[in-house]
């Protein structure tokens, strides 16, 4: 690849988005630091992580997983290699059969091609799902913060837009002069002030962690939520969604949600664990944020990875550095262009 090493650049956020750009740009040896306050709450510190190729509703493979698994697997198999650690695993993966007219449709797609190759036999009223995984969201990102600090490569505070100034085509900051500011901001992305005219939706995700007197399964079950085993009788009961209080405190009412999916499952004695919130970077046509500023030609954006983080980072990150790098084209769907409408009409006001 050619050698980058004279573009600067700053990247705002040490999510998976982050994350997953930073890798990228270091691959073509680009001057990389990553600015991003370790210690505020963030979607990926409270991930699931879980990587699912179907979509469960009506039985459809979920959008472009062909393209994704396998950069899934190979982008984190990277970091694992890089940092040593192992953040990856497949799951015994099922979901719950809730009728006979489902049934009949899970054989029905069963047979089908490509989805044959993700689905599974009914066994014990659950479908089996195929390829799918889990990421430890958690120690990626402290693991990924700490191989950063001590390549020093992380501002690790807050950034504030009042600091950024332009000049001679850089991007001036506290810091320094850099060619291209990425900002991965996640959820905060909605006080962006050069980004905010994007139609973001956030949505709060929630999850509890129960302990049970027996265990109750040893496969990751799912119903209206998932119920993960987590050994020694713990269960993560993942996740809920909640579009109206949009709040990193964990509410009531979800955790109710939460219980009622288990309650369907199984009735069994339970005490409660842990309870944790976060803001999910959803956006309203469910498809990522990626590309520069139509006027600040030296930002950009990667965002509204949604409820999909772990699946959209590996394969759009390596999109939008190929794009912001060589030029090469963004895909209509995600480029942000599509909402330039938007933009205009923000700006004429
Ligand atoms: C409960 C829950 C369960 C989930 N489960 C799954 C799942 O099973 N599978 C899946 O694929 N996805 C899941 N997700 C979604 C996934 O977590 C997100 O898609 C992903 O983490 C988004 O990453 P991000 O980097 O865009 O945002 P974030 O992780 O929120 O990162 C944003 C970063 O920007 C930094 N930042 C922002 N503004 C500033 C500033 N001004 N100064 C300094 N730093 C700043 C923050 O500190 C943070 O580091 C779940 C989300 C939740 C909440």
Known sequence: MYNFGAVKIIIIGSGLAGIAIAERFMAARCDVTVLSNTAQASSTAISTGMYNPLVFRRLNLSWMIQDLLPEIHSFYGSIEEKLAIPIKEPIEFARRIPSQDYHHLWEK??????LSTYMGPIKDGYGTVKHAGMLDCTLLKVQYERYLRAENRLIDRSFSFDELSFKDGQVCIAEGNFDLVVFCDGPYATQNPYFNWLPFKLCQGEWIIIQTETPLT??????KVNVIPMGENRYKLSSSYGWETLDWQPQEEAKKDLLRGFED???VPFTIIEHRAALRPTVSDRRPYLGRH????SLAIFNGLGSKGVMLAPYFSKHLA???LEDTPLMPEVDIKRHLKRFRHA???
């Open 109 to 114: 797609r069963g047979r089908e091609k490509p």
């Open 265 to 267: 499952l199984f009735d």
């Open 218 to 223: 040893s496969r990751v079950l799912n119903n």
């Open 322 to 324: 190929s794009h912001l």
């Open 347 to 349: 700006n004429e006001g």
């Open 294 to 297: 139509p006027e600040h030609r």
